[in-house]
């Protein structure tokens, strides 16, 4: 594998979610998705202590164009595109490995909260994507967590999986954020407040959900090389892989018959080879968490448990605070921002680079992170 | 169930509506539910497409289906995001005996317990200006 340890993440920022939460709620609005995509960056350049024009390339998320935000960022670079998170990261590595680029910044901003972004009903985000999204609208079917309501229930249904067992996610992410500064949602709960909570779409709790909160995250990553004269605590892009199921993806087929295991397990051989180390050798977890039902699928599917024990292993082993796998140690999607994945990047290289406070795990050298957003599942491995 | 009126049937909500898509909506209103049945490799596919995406084949039939299937999943929304679909209401999975997965409601009474293995059957739904729905009732 070519591009292991090709590039490293040099600089990261963020903007101020907790602080905008307020804010939004009150009904303000501090930015729109360009605005909090430029504050990321600025907080990103700073940690990296470059200038601007040491970048050539950028990738922006999938709610900003690329050549507004260059210019709002006034970057004059060589390449660039939008992506998720996951396919930034990796499409920046491939570019500094095929020399397109050296230094990528990698921005999203996104004011779902205040822009009244819809996530469910008649103009549901990403449909030109996702046909499932809407296709299904005729019956009613059109909210994304129905989409994970109905593969949980399955699930269940086949493992012998519990509301109880499900509810371990959110009360361990709880457990973390509550520890982050930053997060939105600091508050403990108890396996009981989930039980109690109100169902959006049953099976699925409230406390199953991702926030909808605006904000934005940057990240410098640069060649190897440069990124070592740079910084003196690059976080080095160990590994990727990919494996997607587009199959019978509009009526559900491999949510509902294989739960994405399949491509979970090629994605981890591929992934953990490349790297050369396996399951047992990642000190963090960062699982993409629009739902809480994407982590034990992920676990699973990359091996951190074998098939059918992730609900033994999440009450035996932990991933919660003391826990053996600590998972979206920042409190994740449900719990410290819904950046789209984004914000586990930036924890991830938090974790490596131990500035974590009080959530660091200790001597971290690995960190994982998985994202399985409509069956693309996709891995990257951070690493000293 | 409560509906605002008893006398106005709900409006059926936004319709992908694609050069394919079209001639299932027209046998819905037949009351036929058929399906994309590829001449090749006899493989039926939901949702309708240009090509048999098992075969790619474009020698494709649409042939009408039993109405027979077996629930594989369900949830119930608590939560409203549709005029027509006012909380709660059911969406559950069905595996058609033919073989594709097909999203609808149920009907009726639901099981006791879990719904999944149940035996189902198509009905049709009146919708606002006449627009038929397929849905499943228990068999």
Redesign the interface.
Known sequence: MGIRRAAAVVGIGQTDWLGDYEKTKKGERPADSYGYGARAFVNALRDAGIDRSEIDGLIVGPTTAYERMGEILGLETRWGGQADAVQAMMQAVMAIETGMAKVVALVYGNNQRSGGTQYGGPDASGAASFLSYVYHAPWGLTSQGALYAMMLRAYMHERGFTERDMGQVAVAQRGWSSMNPDAVMQERVSIDDYLASRYVCEPLHLLDYCLINDGGVALIVAEASIAKRMSSHPVFIEALGRSDLNKGATILEPRLTNFYLPAQQQCAEQVFNAAGIGPQDIDVAQIYDSFSVHVPLALEGYGYCAVGEVAKFMAEQGIGPGGKLPVNTSGGHLSDSYMQGWNHQIESVKQIRGTAGKRQVENCRFVHYSSDVAGKCSSIIYGR | MSTPSQTALPA?????MGLYDKPFWDHIQQRKLSLQCCGKCNTFQ??PGPIC?ACTSEDLNWVELSGKATI????????T??P??PAP?N?I?VKLDEG??????LEGPTPEG?W?GARVSLVYAEMAEGQL?P?FKLA
Do not use: E, G, H
Not at chain 2, 12 to 16: A, E, G, Q, T, Y
């Open positions: 059926m909500p936004k319709r992908v939901y949702p995406s594989i999943s369900w949830v119930v929304f608590q939560r995001y549709l027509a679909y209401y969406v999975t594709p997965i097909f999203v609808s409601n879990s999944i729905l849905r």
